[in-house]
C-alpha cells in the first residue's frame, strides 16, 4: 500500500493532509444538499474514506456511515480519531467493489480518491450498486488538464510542499467526461458538474460553476 496514505497522521490539521481538512467543510456542504438537505437519519457510505475526516463529519451531521479504505494505517487512525471522538462510524479496511452491500445507502460519498486508482470506473460501478433507487453519489477528483498538473504537482507537491511529493500521478487525473460516462455506464444520471476554486487568503475553498479545469464535483443520482 501506497505510503502516502498508509499513514497514522491525518488528523494532524497543518499536516499532510490539511488540505483536505480545508475542503472538508465544502464537501459536507455539497453533500447535504446533494441528499435533499439534510443528511440525518440517512445510510452514508464514504468510499476512499482515508483517515475518517469526512465520515466523522457525516455521522456528526446525522448520517449512519460505513467508510472504507484499503490503507490499513489510515483505517487503523480513523478508528483511533472516532473513539476519541465519541464519533460513531463502522470503518472497513477493504475495497469497494467487494462491499456486500448493495443498494442500501442513500448517499455514497467517493472524495479525492478516483484520481488515486487504476480503474476509476470499478470504483463508480462499485458506488451506483450500492445505493438505493433515488440515491445520490458524490464524487471529486482532478481533471487531466496542463492546468491541474501545474497547481497540483508542480506547484503543492514540488514548490509550496503543502502535499507529500509523489502524491498524485497526471495520468490518473479523470476529466469531467470520462467521470460522466463512468456513471452513464452504470444507470446513474448526472445532476450536476461544479468546480472548486482556492483563495490564499484564510485557506478558504469555494465552489464554482465556471472552475472546472482543476478540483470539481460530480453530483449522480440512481434513478427510481
Known sequence: MDT???????WQRDGAFRLLHDINPLRLRL????????????RLLDIGCGGGIFAEAGAQAGARVVGCDLAEGAIA????????????VEYRCQSSDTLQDSGV??????FEMLEHTDNPGV????AAAALTPGGVA??????RTPKAWGLVIVGMENIVQVLPHG???YEHFVKPEELAGFCHDCGLSVRQVIGMRYSFFGRAYFLD?????????MVAERPV
Open 138 to 143: 458524490v464524487f471529486s477528483t482532478i481533471n
Open 123 to 126: 470504483v463508480v460501478a462499485a
Open 167 to 169: 502524491t498524485h500521478d
Open 77 to 88: 487512525a480513523a478508528k483511533k480519531h472516532a473513539a476519541q471522538s465519541g464519533v460513531d
Open 31 to 42: 453533500a447535504v444538499e446533494a441528499a435533499g438537505g439534510t443528511l440525518g437519519g440517512k
Open 105 to 110: 445507502y442513500d448517499v455514497v460519498t467517493c
Open 4 to 10: 502516502v496514505f498508509d499513514r497514522d497522521d491525518w
Open 209 to 217: 460553476e465556471t472552475a472546472l479545469s482543476v478540483n470539481y464535483f
